[in-house]
């Protein structure tokens, strides 16, 4: 079982300027939803992007302290010019 704030720090370490929403979907802390927004997703692929928070749960994900995890990635759609 993992916190839903743990999981967050562990993603916003890894990518600084991440917005990160963690829902647990079974009261467990292990089976979760996570939605990560980040520049630092621009010009990558789906793949590439989720191989981030990935590696930025590795731990979680090796010990199954996070046995499943519905990740939606994205580039923000806000930018200065708006």
Known sequence: MVQ???VESAIQSAIPDARVTVEDLTGG???LQ???????????????Q????????????ASEAIHALALTTAVPTDSPSN
Request: hydrophobic share 40%; glycine share 10%; charged share 15%.
């Open 4 to 6: 839903p704030d743990a």
């Open 29 to 31: 802390g292990d089976h």
């Open 34 to 48: 996570v939605s990560v927004v980040s520049a630092a997703f621009e010009g990558l692929s789906r793949i590439s």
């Open 50 to 61: 989720h191989q981030l928070v990935y590696g930025a749960l590795q731990q979680e994900l």
